[in-house]
């Protein structure tokens, strides 16, 4: 499942920084984190999607503390 979250993130070093550590996290097949649109894409698969989204979250507040992600 690849889906697409609006996030906030306050530059481009910024966006690579969270980018680069939500790829390291087990389970993400490909992630991207764009500042331009402010948007945040992470494919993972289905069946542990939700899991892998919430340890994307806490991966990239480590590196960015200021970094927030919409969650429906």
Do not use: Y
Not at 10 to 30: F, T
């Amino acid at each position: 499942m690849k889906k697409k979250f609006k996030c906030e993130v306050d530059c481009a070093n910024c966006a690579a920084k969270v980018e680069e550590a939500i790829k390291k996290v087990p389970g993400v097949i490909d992630a991207s984190v764009n500042f331009l649109t402010q948007k945040t894409m992470i494919e993972a698969a289905d069946d542990a999607f939700d899991e892998v989204v919430q340890a994307a979250l806490k991966a990239a507040k480590k590196v960015e503390d200021e970094f927030e992600m919409e969650i429906a």
